[in-house]
């Protein structure tokens, strides 16, 4: 297997969640770091080990961030990191897989699945700029999953006056990576 590592400038992970019965709110979480052990001509095997920094969500309104790391939340002060681990995963299509891993936050760890897209791998060019950095291999994945925030202990809310919850149960997450070989 080759090993590479996720590129934290280009990798991030976004989650949406219903709020107030009408809409959807994302935030996001930028650079992801963590290590990949993977071939893509034999891909029967994977290692991936990720962190997520947790104190880094971002929604772009400081006070729902300020809520979101609270410990009505994420309790980043308790749990600065969220982890995601895999080591199983299962072709379903030509550049399409199904991911199987532990995801842990609040110190909560579940299993679940990402279906997996490989937008492919590509050899980057010199850098012009930088003559001390050669070129690169780097390859793409874009990954979704959706979890239930109450199974991570992550339960607040709050009823609203004509019925119905502030917050919605169900996390869609979207990660979109990008990785560069080790020689």
């Known amino acids: ?104 936050i609040r110190g909560i760890t579940r299993k679940i699945i990402l279906t997996l897209i490989s937008s492919g791998i590509w050899r980057t060019p010199q850098i012009k700029d930088e003559p001390d950095k050669g070129p690169t291999i780097r390859a793409g994945f874009k990954a979704t999953t959706v979890i239930n925030r109450h199974d991570y202990g992550v339960s607040w809310n709050e009823m609203l006056d004509r019925g119905g919850m502030v917050v919605g149960n169900e996390v869609r997450i979207t990660i979109n990576a990008e990785v560069i070989k080790q020689e």
């Open 1 to 104: 297997m080759s090993k590479w590592i996720f590129e934290p400038a280009h990798t991030g992970a976004e989650f949406c969640v219903r709020h107030m019965m009408i809409t959807d709110v994302c935030g996001r979480l930028p650079n992801i770091r963590g290590t990949l052990d993977f071939d893509f001509d034999n891909p029967q095997k994977i290692i991936v080990d990720v962190i997520m920094d947790a104190t880094e969500i971002w929604t772009g309104d400081k006070d729902r961030d300020r809520h979101l790391k609270s410990a009505a939340f994420f309790d980043v002060k308790n749990y600065p990191s969220f982890i995601f681990q895999a080591n199983e995963i299962e072709r379903i299509g030509a550049n399409e897989f199904k991911l199987f891993g532990h995801l842990t």
